[in-house]
């Protein structure tokens, strides 16, 4: 047991960890390694090459849709770093992670909507919005399929896997997750209560979109839009001072919806007391800040919070095999023990169960694309694909 452990007393982050200066090198990419001045300062210019993006197809309008700046200016970004990350990472379970989020991200948050920007059917009204971003989209039907993986699967259906802000962060922001720089003390664990005031705004979201279109709906969607987007952006351009992932952390609307349904879904991480050493290095390889062993601790094994972004790093950097994620799999197979070794097998494609979860992936992809095409017609239809793949090559006309 470390000398410097003492019984928990409250959900405190830890601060008795090994210095990162000791780590293996073969940890340091989950434990977030020193970078140089200058991977920090391309991660910078990229960040506000991103938000200039954003910024051009929000308002400017200047230059059409050029890849280089637009609001998928962000996309491509996150495939360029990603490809470089995903080489980098050290850790198996986090280079599928990283794989799977930089496939989605290109997938679901750029190519499809870009080249075909159909509507998806929503309850209420919305305006021209492409189809995979309702994955963050109140009302929408993907929206709801997505809430109920989370409640089956955990936050991490989202926040691990498909989001572009969890992407960007892990992929070009991942030169500011140095340890000293995530804020890690009690008041930045408190802080975590921020979110609830962006989740208060987010309900009257739901509530604007389901109402018919008017002043007071449209202007509330375009002030939330506002408040959402401006912070995200600013706290990647003070990923310095403020680490990668504080806008997950204070202030994600949506992250507050998901971690909801993470505490009364099937997901949570057990905590095995009887081998836990207190090394502190859960918590310090987390990056929402959660005292991962002093809350199983505290709370009879169970590490049960709505913050759990379900990453997996705690789980794979425990040197004793303490934890383990749970969700419904353990429920249809309780000998399931989804821990570290469980998650730091390499992909067999000789296994069939591998085959057939990959084969069950692309069919429910295929699924929702084909509900959302059957469904909305009001902007892309298979007809106006070639023109829009012609327009987006530069050619003045392009149709068959
Ligand atoms: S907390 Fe919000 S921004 Fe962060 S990964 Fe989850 S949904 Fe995306
Ligand atoms: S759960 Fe694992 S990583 Fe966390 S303190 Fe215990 S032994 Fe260390
Ligand atoms: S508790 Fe573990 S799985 Fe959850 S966010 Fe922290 S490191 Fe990731």
Known sequence: MNPQAVVPHGFRPSRRVVPIRFMPAS?????????????????????????????????????????????????ALILAFGLWRIRA????????????????????WWLIPWVWPFIEPHLGFLAGLPAFPSLHVPGTVTFFLVLAAVLLFGRRV??????????????????FRHVDHVPRSARAWRLRHLKW???????????????????????YLGFFAMIVVLPYFATLLLSPWIGNRSYCRFLCPYGATFGLLNKVGMFRIDY???????CGKCAKV?????????????????????????CGRCITECPTNSLAFRDVRNWLQP???????????RVDWSLGIVRWRFAGYLLLMAGVLTGAIHYSGQVGTWGELPARLGAICGLPTLSW
Request: with cysteine.
């Open 27 to 75: 940890q340091q990419r989950s434990q977030a390694g020193h970078y140089a001045w200058w991977v920090r300062a391309v991660a910078l210019v990229a960040f506000a090459w991103a938000f200039l993006g954003w910024l051009n197809d929000a308002w400017l309008y200047r230059f059409g849709t050029p890849i280089w700046l637009n609001r998928y200016t962000e996309s």
């Open 89 to 108: 990472e050290k850790n198996p379970y986090t280079r599928k992670r990283l794989i799977i989020l930089v496939i989605n991200v290109t997938l679901f």
């Open 158 to 175: 989202i926040c691990g896997w498909n989001c572009p802000c969890v992407g960007i962060r892990e992929t070009v922001g991942f030169a």
């Open 197 to 219: 005031f962006w989740f208060a705004l987010y309900l009257g979201a739901m509530w604007a979109v389901t109402r018919p279109a008017n002043n007071v709906t449209v202007g």
């Open 272 to 278: 095995a007391a009887e081998r836990c050493i207190q």
């Open 286 to 310: 987390c990056d929402m800040n959660i005292p991962v062993w002093e809350m199983g601790a505290a709370n009879q094994g169970r590490v049960d919070t709505t913050e759990c972004m379900g």
């Open 335 to 345: 000998s399931l023990r989804q821990d570290r070794e469980h998650l730091r097998q």
